[in-house]
């Protein structure tokens, strides 16, 4: 079954070529022409990702974000044209997946919506990694403190399975960019560091002293093996 897509874009020529391009390869792509139509849309039906711009007629596109995330919802791309890398951490920080700046090429839309649904896909395979009180259900796309759900987008989970993984060893911003997002990492995007603090916030019983998600210094984040 084709992969629904809902796009929130009031920018007519721009959400046509978006529905045309995205069509062409083989998701069905809604249309949203207000913040107010797009979250009414979300109520009526299942999407599989959401597409959202920030700056919409009706209501800022962070509110959206917002309003989209106080339940469960399908991963969302931020499309954003504002010059303010602010706009992107605030929108990294209130649930949204990934963004990417306006103008873009159709072709990197493209890869990274098939990255959000690969990462939102549920793994064939039931795998639980456990650290003590901390406990992340790969198969669930679920972890839990103390047995209870901690909220994650699916980006940051993603990003929390890889380090989990991978505990005991120090992993680059880089590196861990690769291991979620298959593309190259510009050397000025920082929106894995505010990912990283997104998780901390989740699993940490103090975020801002560490105990399982330590900063390496100069060289990037590893998960500690030790159990509590």
Do not use: W
């Not at 599989?48 to 800022?60: E, F, G, N, R, S």
């Not at 669930?140 to 929390?160: I, K, M, N, V, Y």
């Not at 690769?178 to 990912?195: A, C, E, Y």
């Amino acid at each position: 079954m084709a992969a629904a897509i809902l796009l929130i874009e009031d920018d007519p020529r721009l959400a046509e070529m978006v529905q045309t391009y995205l069509g062409g390869s083989g998701f069905v792509v809604t249309i949203a022409a207000t913040g107010g139509e797009g979250l009414a849309r979300v109520r009526a039906q299942p999407f599989d990702a959401i597409l959202l711009d920030l700056t919409l007629p009706d209501m800022d596109g962070l509110d959206v974000c917002r309003t989209l995330r106080e339940r469960p919802a399908p991963p969302i791309l931020m499309l954003t044209a504002r010059g303010e890398p602010m706009d992107r951490v605030i929108g990294l920080e209130i649930g949204a997946d990934d963004y990417l700046p306006k103008p873009f090429e159709p072709r990197e839309l493209l890869a990274r919506v098939r990255a959000l649904l690969r990462r939102s896909a549920a793994p064939a395979a039931s795998e639980v990694l456990r650290f003590g009180r901390l406990e992340i259900d790969v198969g669930a796309r679920e972890a839990r403190l103390d047995g209870e759900p901690r909220p994650l987008t699916s980006h940051q989970f993603a990003l929390l399975v890889e380090l989990a993984r991978r505990a005991g060893r120090v992993l680059s911003r880089e590196t861990l960019m690769d291991l979620v997002r298959n593309d190259k990492l510009d050397p000025f995007d920082r929106s894995i560091d505010v990912h990283i603090s997104r998780i901390r916030a989740a699993i940490e019983d103090d975020p801002k002293n560490p105990a399982r998600l330590i900063t390496v210094r100069g060289a990037g984040y590893v998960f500690a093996k030790a159990r509590d």
